[in-house]
């Protein structure tokens, strides 16, 4: 679904050159849900502009479920941010004036669907998200998890390759975060393709992979080891020992420990 | 993003702002309103001019000695030269007369002010150069010429003013000019309507036909002859008889080239007057027009105050996937349907200020319906020419920026 190569950006700021991008490799399957993660500054969200089409790489292969999208033009990149890609941002991003459906609508009337369809097609997205009893209330009218869930309805409606979220809890309650959070687990088991970014290590564990971003550059890819890391660092410690002494952390674990004891069952994947 | 979706967007932020978007088209509909008001009266009084002077009769001559030049004795227009013109141009002339004008008062009913008239002295044929319309009675014949009888033929205005009716034929008259002298009322002709005759300050005095015969000896002119009246046939080449005209008069007084006589053309006034009131039109309504200018640059200011406003918006609807032509498109609608409803708005307004002040001045205003069009048409440009740079700062925003901006 994507393939990136060497992605490399470069913001030219007259006298320093920043390099919030170096080389980047990154491969997502289709039905996949990649968390993110990584400090302010680490490259994450410049990954997330390109990855959205907002931006252009300075270097590097971004292909984008079979459409090389490194090359575009402008309003190419606005036809695929229209069809491939549903974005769900942090502040919600909902037009105020409109209602729950017009807003839902609003990626279809740019990519010209037509009325009744357009209709439809959003009352099934807000559906989806179990708001079919909202259509009619503006943002301010809505909770923020409401508004939320309205926003990923939006992001639904154009039926993308893939749907970005850029730090989509931030603004939110915990209560409100477990139910999109769930919204989302649930759109995945239903093939939605999702990467989602964040700073919050309890979001990005109800990924099926998690990235982590540091200085421009994947550190690790390994969510085993990132959720090892953090409930169990002396035991993550050893296990990188181990690995240093050529074994598996499979046998690591075995041999010093009965069982890896992680919370809920989180590791056991 | 089709046009009827940009539209309804549009629509629906006038609508947002309300007061800001009716402050915003003031200036245009003060404008417009203001143009089509002139406009409109502007064409009203010159086709009431253009009626005027069709009654008044427009292959009228007016012969006379010239204002500018110095004129000695011997070039002065005497009655072997009214009878030489009638003569040489007999093919041509309609009707004409000697005409001597005056002025004189008549005292009021009961101790009023006397009125002011203006006596003027025709001969039989005067009915035949401008058009008189009697009511009562009849015009000068040819014996009331002939035996300088103080006849006269009065305003019905004038004489509803001293009898309160209409009907005084055989009523006696006394006017002084000079000396004082009694009339009889022949004829009663309808007062004419003239375009500035009700506006407050511009009455004219009435005018009392009477035999030129008897203000010449009233006067005690002698030979001379102050001025002819003429009036061509239909088909008659004017500005051909006129230069005849000077040509034979110069003849005969032995000043050939020497400009001293005029002819004054009903024709030719009426073109002067026409390009006076066409000048006076355009200039007050370019004048006008500035307002316009004013009133695109406050739907400009608006505009850009509305896109750094919905910055974010900007940035969500290019996220989207908004094409920069499709942002672009929705402030540009946006800015012309400002435009477009003040210049709507104006039009009323400027018809209503037309027809406010038609009433005072009594010159019935005259819109056409192409005035209205250029008109919209024009307030739809002032909202592309002033909306184009704001909408293009608002198609050139970056997303990422402008999803950033609080």
Request: proline letters at 3%; one cysteine or more; hydrophobic letters at 45%.
């Amino acid at each position: 679904m994507i393939d990136i190569q060497g992605l490399t950006k470069i913001y030219d700021t007259g006298s320093i050159q920043v390099e919030a991008l170096r080389s980047v490799d990154f491969h997502v399957e289709e039905g996949d849900f990649v968390a993110i993660i990584g400090a302010s500054g680490s490259g994450k969200s410049t990954l997330m502009n390109i990855l959205g089409c907002l931006d252009r790489p300075t270097r590097g292969r971004y292909v984008l479920d079979g459409v090389d999208v490194s090359s575009l033009s402008d309003p190419q990149l606005a036809v695929i941010r229209n069809q491939k890609i549903g974005f769900v941002f942090q502040s919600f991003n909902l037009l105020a004036r409109v209602n729950a459906i017009k807003n839902v609508e609003l990626p279809l009337i740019y990519g010209r669907v037509h009325k009744a369809e357009r209709r439809q097609r959003a009352m099934e997205a807000l559906e989806r998200v179990g708001l079919a009893d909202r259509i009619d209330h503006k943002p301010n009218e809505l909770s923020g998890g409401q508004k939320q869930r309205v926003a990923i309805a939006r992001a639904l409606v154009t039926r993308p390759a893939i749907i970005l979220a850029d730090e989509p809890t931030g603004n939110l309650d915990s209560h409100s975060t477990e139910e999109i959070m769930q919204i989302f687990k649930r759109l995945n088991d239903e093939g939605v393709t999702l990467i989602i970014v964040t700073h919050e290590h309890e979001i990005a564990d109800n990924a099926k992979r998690i990235v982590t971003f540091k200085d421009g550059a994947i550190v690790t890819d390994d969510r085993k080891k990132v959720i090892n890391e953090r409930y169990w660092p002396e035991l993550a410690a050893y296990v990188t020992d181990y690995e240093a002494a050529g074994l598996s952390a499979e046998e690591a674990s075995s041999d010093k420990c009965s069982e890896p004891v992680v919370p809920s069952g989180e590791v056991t994947q | 993003m089709n046009f009827a979706e940009s539209f309804k967007i549009a629509l629906d932020a006038i609508w947002v702002n309300k007061m800001r978007s009716l402050l915003t088209m003031l200036g245009i509909i003060i404008g417009i309103s203001s143009v089509i008001a002139v406009v409109a009266l502007g064409s009203g009084s010159e086709a009431v001019i253009g009626q005027e002077f069709e009654s008044f009769g427009v292959n009228r001559l007016f012969v006379t000695t010239s204002y500018s030049e110095e004129i000695t004795s011997r070039d002065r227009l005497n009655h072997a030269d009214v009878d030489a013109i009638e003569r040489s141009f007999s093919e041509v002339i309609k009707a004409m007369t000697i005409s001597v004008s005056g002025s004189g008062q008549i005292k009021g009913r009961q101790n009023q002010d006397p009125i002011s008239v203006s006596l003027n002295g025709v001969n039989e044929r005067y009915n035949g150069i401008e058009d008189i319309k009697l009511l009562h009675g009849r015009f000068l014949v040819e014996s009331d010429v002939k035996a300088k009888r103080a006849a006269a033929v009065v305003d019905s205005g004038l004489a509803t003013e001293l009898f309160g009716r209409t009907d005084v034929v055989g009523e006696r008259l006394t006017i002084t000019s000079r000396t004082s002298m009694s009339y009889i009322i022949v004829g009663v002709y309808e007062a004419p309507m003239t375009a500035f005759s009700n506006i407050p300050g511009f009455e004219m005095p009435k005018t009392i036909h009477v035999p030129y015969t008897l203000l010449e000896r009233l006067y005690g002119v002698g030979d001379r002859v102050n001025g002819i009246e003429i009036n061509l046939v239909m088909d008659a080449d004017q500005k051909t008889v006129v230069e005849d005209l000077k040509a034979l008069l110069e003849r005969r007084h032995d000043n050939i080239g020497q400009e001293k006589y005029m002819v004054f053309s009903a024709e030719e006034q009426l073109e002067t007057v026409n390009r006076v009131l066409g000048l006076l039109t355009t200039v007050i309504g370019a004048i006008a027009a500035i307002s316009l200018i004013v009133g695109g640059i406050g739907v400009m200011n608006i505009m850009l105050v509305s896109v750094t406003e919905r910055t974010r918006e900007i940035g969500i609807r290019k996220a989207l996937g908004a094409k920069r032509k499709d942002i672009l498109m929705q402030f540009l609608v946006e800015a012309v349907i400002v435009a477009l409803i003040g210049g709507v708005i104006g039009t009323v307004l400027g018809i209503a200020f037309s027809y406010g002040i038609a009433w005072v001045i009594k010159i019935p205003p005259s819109t056409s319906l192409g005035t209205i069009l250029l008109a919209w048409l024009f307030s739809a440009g002032v909202g592309v020419f002033f909306g184009i740079y704001p909408a293009n700062k608002a198609a050139k925003l970056d997303p990422i920026e402008a999803l950033r901006y609080e």
